[in-house]
């Protein structure tokens, strides 16, 4: 049952990279107390790195969230994306197959209804040379996608240190994830915000 449940949530993520967006903005109740985690990441694995902007969320901004590639998928938080399945990172996080052979490691976190609202992947550089390469692929490759219909506003491109950081998405999220992660990491450098037409 839950490899069913498993198989139809990474069809709904994966359908609605091509899904028209719902015009209403998602809201949570604020439940209680909110806690931050400004402390460093040790490690500059990707997904922890996306772990650690997550965990820095106040409780109003945050909405149901999957991590991870279709395989490995993990619920209400970031997960490992498996770098070897380039189609997909391109389908589903917008990472061009032609920078593939650049990065070692990989993570996302993604709207669970709906991915135009809001996607991130991360990326580890292997060479600190690439990684401006690496970010001007990724803001090609997603700026020129040929949206279906709600097309997400903002693209962000961010760099904490060797990991490459894109997020896309409307109704803010781009900009909660800057202002979460700037929080989180003192490195961590924003290449470019752009809005996408």
């Known amino acids: 049952m839950k490899k069913l449940l498993a198989i139809l949530l990474a069809l709904v993520l994966a359908l609605s990279l091509f899904a028209c967006a719902d015009n209403g903005k998602d809201e949570k109740e604020n439940g209680g107390e909110t806690t931050t985690a400004t402390q460093a990441v040790e490690s500059k694995e990707p997904v922890d790195v996306l772990k650690a902007v ?9 909405f149901a969230v999957a991590g991870g590639d279709t395989e490995n998928m993990v619920m209400d938080e970031p997960g490992a994306f498996n770098i070897a399945n380039t189609e997909e990172l391109d389908v589903a996080l917008g990472f061009p197959a032609t920078a593939a052979d650049k990065i070692d490691a990989a993570a996302s976190i993604v709207h669970m209804m709906n991915a135009n609202t809001f996607t991130c ?19 090609d490759n997603i700026l020129n996608r040929h949206w279906m219909c709600g097309f997400p506003d903002t693209l962000i491109i961010a760099q904490v240190d060797d990991v490459v950081i894109a997020c896309f998405g409307n109704y803010g999220n781009p900009e909660n994830f800057k202002l979460n992660l700037t929080e989180v990491f003192d490195s961590a450098v924003i290449i470019s915000e752009d809005p996408i037409e």
Do not use: S
């Not at 997550?54 to 945050?62: H, I, P, V």
């Not at 992947?121 to 803001?139: E, I, T």
């Open 54 to 62: 997550w965990a820095n969320y106040k409780d109003d901004q945050k």
């Open 121 to 139: 992947g991360a990326y580890r550089v292997k060479n600190a040379a690439d990684v401006q390469v690496v970010a001007a692929a990724l803001k």
